[in-house]
């Protein structure tokens, strides 16, 4: 969790860095008493504009229904494609949920039947899904995007979350190797990276 005396820069520093969904280890998790999960889609369950889920990212969504994981999908979008998503892996989703905003984490949160402790987001983005599961106190995993084809807004924020990155790093708050888990997953090629508590 989240450790005091950071300050707003320490909201931002996710608990978790991993490649992708599919590198979560579920146990680890459980261990911790986490038993509910908040997902983005764009660039974390699917490619960004895309319905397609990958057979890893599929895989491993069952092995965390067969532990007993509640989860839900949190989404900024709108449109039909979250339903199909949804539906695709058979878990509820909360749209219209404006990340990082309070309201939308708590929402899915209600859906679960969960709370913000035994709860665990995770997206892509620094300033929505890690930002806004900090706010909530709940643990927050941060993936490499999938792709590197974004709405232009994100490409925009992307510029600003590698510089406050930058930052991050310059302050000691977060470690080189945890960059190394940025680049998008299509780009780095076979392996991932061991994830570590902050
Ligand atoms: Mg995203």
């Given amino acids: ?3 005091a005396g950071k300050g707003f820069l320490g909201f931002l520093c996710p608990d978790l860095w991993q490649r992708g969904i599919q590198d979560i280890d579920l146990d680890k998790l459980k261990s911790r ?3 509910a999960l908040i997902f983005d889609i764009d660039n974390t369950l699917a490619k960004w504009g895309e319905s397609e889920i990958s057979r890893d990212i599929i895989g491993w969504i069952e092995r ?11 989404s900024n979008n709108l449109s039909s494609r979250v339903e199909a998503i949804s539906k ?6 909360v749209r219209k949920g404006i990340k990082p905003f309070r309201y939308a984490f708590n929402r899915a949160i209600a859906v679960m039947a969960s709370d913000p402790k035994h709860t665990a987001v995770v997206g892509d983005q620094v300033f929505t899904d890690i930002l806004g599961g900090n706010l909530c106190g709940m ?4 993936v490499a995007p999938i792709s590197r084809h974004e ?3 994100t490409r925009l924020v992307r510029v600003l979350e590698k510089l406050t990155l ?10 080189p190797k945890d960059i190394e888990t940025r680049r998008p ?7 991932s990276c061991d994830g570590h508590d902050s």
Avoid at 64 to 74: E, N
Avoid at 88 to 93: E, M, N, S
Avoid at 139 to 142: E, G, P, R, S
């Fill in 88 to 93: 695709r892996l058979g878990i509820p989703a």
């Fill in 185 to 191: 997953l299509e780009m780095a090629g076979a392996g």
């Fill in 1 to 3: 969790m989240l450790m």
């Fill in 166 to 175: 930058r930052y991050l790093l310059a302050r000691g708050m977060i470690a």
């Fill in 139 to 142: 643990y927050t995993i941060l």
């Fill in 151 to 153: 709405f232009i807004t």
């Fill in 33 to 35: 008493g986490i038993g």
């Fill in 64 to 74: 965390a229904k067969l532990k007993g994981f509640r989860m839900c999908i949190l």
